[in-house]
């Protein structure tokens, strides 16, 4: 049956757009048909580079004129544009610009305008989108309303121009010191020079450092890193010493997350991971756990929920990773989950998805893990975090009192752009914990420590130290009564009581005396 549906759409998309463009000279006709079909395959940016180039020739073609509107929209491309060619299509007849005009509305933040212009599409009787569609825009529109009218207490800022630039900047992976920073770029130093269908550069991955304060003129020129093909930033783990990297295969038929370790200053040669984490399908975005020893990635394996979902793999006893674990319902929906983060206290998962309650595209949610494999919940970060564009790809600073993450907003300096997001309600809240394990040598111990809140005897989150320094990062907060314990194998373990006072000063480190396991 599914397959007959897909048949008869074909075959119906073809003789439309057969007939929408009889008008057209022969090489304009094959233009057109190209553009139809990535328009009905949702690939939006492909479609606009050829209908941008049509409208100019044919500004009269209502077919053109449509789908340019549309796909300006979807790109996140010229409002103006779209609302010009939208009003003069409704002054003709066309009545499908009114749920178009809405979603305009919405991006320009006036959500009672377009639930006005969703119920107006709604009564129509005839039309092309279904009743779910139209109540899903407008549910959406109206969450948009009420986050917006409560403001969370943060802080959102971009980079700047020494980080940005007219080109797209995305997945901003950051060291625990909160000193280097990675991300993917597509300008036109990329490696290899090339470009892609849609006219825009390779991706490469780009490094900055920060210098007194200041971030330092980005690189590409990153050793074993870059290639001809796509390479794309997706995670840093918690010591800084290892990177997940997404890379596309030679043929650009495909691509593959990968890992470099950092020896001597120096990355290695990335390896593919695994066939329990890369598959057939598409894997793009992952996380560390904060001990390294778990995996979070996205993927469109057809076993999920619908779209992208998020799996997670464990680290086996022979180095291997396990078989992948969907993360569930409270996290997956029908549509897409990407870009997941584990903050340091491995409980607390940040990740963007199209199906929560959101703003509008992708919006940032966080759950905190139950148990083994249990989830809250999702909550929305809520606004001026999350906004009507995408937001996604967050990386958060230990105590989650400061993230990085991509966004498209009105002061950006082309495309997506790197945003700086300062949790001002954390500052104080989230006491940032520093200690070091070692034994009765004073050799560093890689030991786990656990943290119960004493009021309830809730776990408050499992940590682990480093495995060649012994040091180890908490995240707690005053006023709270703890008992830490701390064990590794073959050694004693050891129990204290935790409290501290309400900080002085925003942002407070607490740097406790060294443990001795014996």
């Known amino acids: ?50 209908l941008l180039g049509l409208h100019k020739t044919y500004p009269e073609n209502p077919e053109v004129s449509f789908r340019l509107a549309v796909c300006q929209i979807e790109t996140s491309g010229d409002k103006e544009l779209a609302t010009e060619i939208l009003n003069f299509l409704l002054h003709r007849g066309n ?17 009672v305008e377009a639930i006005s212009f969703y119920n107006e599409y709604a009564n129509l009787e005839e039309r092309e989108l279904s009743d779910q569609v139209i109540k899903r825009h407008i549910k959406i529109a109206e969450l948009a309303q009420e986050l917006t009218n409560k403001p969370e207490d943060v802080l959102v800022k ?55 304060g200041v971030w330092s003129e980005p690189t590409n020129n990153i050793s074993d890193i870059n290639t001809p093909t796509h390479d794309a930033t997706a995670a840093i783990s918690a010591d800084g010493r290892a990177m997940v990297i997404y890379r ?46 778990t995996i979070v990635f996205s993927s469109n394996r057809p076993d999920g929920y619908g779209g992208k979902d998020l799996y997670r793999v464990k680290l086996l006893p022979n180095g291997e990773w396990s ?45 905190i893990k139950v148990g083994e494999e249990h989830w809250e919940i999702p909550e929305n970060l809520g606004f001026p975090a999350n906004s009507v564009e995408d937001d996604i790809y967050l990386s958060i600073t230990p105590g989650g009192r400061k993230g990085y993450y991509s966004s498209v907003k009105e002061d950006g300096y082309g495309g997506q752009d790197l945003y700086e997001i300062d949790f001002i309600y954390r500052q104080k809240t989230n006491l940032i914990i520093k200690g070091l394990l070692v034994d009765e040598n004073g050799s560093p111990v890689h030991g786990e420590i656990t943290i119960i809140d004493e009021r309830n005897k809730e776990l408050k989150g499992v940590y682990k130290s480093n495995k060649i320094s012994g040091k180890y990062l908490l995240v707690l907060h005053p006023l709270v009564n703890y008992k830490m314990i701390v064990a590794s194998s073959d050694k004693e373990v050891i129990t204290k009581d935790l409290f501290f006072e309400f900080p002085e000063e925003n942002n407070a480190e607490i740097n406790l005396p060294e443990i001795v396991l014996n």
């Open 1 to 50: 049956m599914k397959n007959l549906l897909i048949h008869i759409f074909i075959m119906l998309f073809g003789m439309s757009a057969t007939a929408q463009c009889e008008d057209f000279s022969r090489a304009d006709k094959s233009e057109y048909l190209d553009a139809d079909f990535f328009f009905y395959q949702a690939r939006f940016t492909e479609a606009n580079g050829i």
């Open 95 to 111: 009545k499908e610009s009114l749920f178009h005009l809405g979603k305009l509305a919405h991006l320009n933040y006036k959500f």
């Open 248 to 293: 596309t295969n030679r043929q650009l038929t495909g691509g593959d997350l990968y890992i470099t370790k950092k020896l001597n200053d120096k990355w290695s040669e990335p390896k593919i991971l695994d066939e329990n984490i890369n598959s057939e399908f598409q894997e793009a975005s992952a996380c560390f756990s904060p001990d390294g020893e």
């Open 158 to 212: 971009n980079l700047g121009a020494e980080v940005n630039s007219k080109f797209a900047e995305y997945v901003p992976v950051i060291t625990p010191d909160e000193q280097e920073m990675y991300f993917t770029s597509r300008r036109e130093n990329s490696t290899g020079g090339r470009l892609d269908p849609n006219k825009e550069f390779f991706e490469d991955i780009y490094y900055t450092k920060k210098l007194n």
């Open 323 to 367: 078989l992948p674990k969907n993360l569930g319902s409270s996290i997956n929906t029908e549509y897409n989950e990407d870009s997941p983060f584990l903050d340091v206290d491995g409980r607390t998962l940040y990740f963007a998805s199209e199906g929560h309650n959101g703003m509008g595209g992708f919006d940032i949610f966080s759950t």
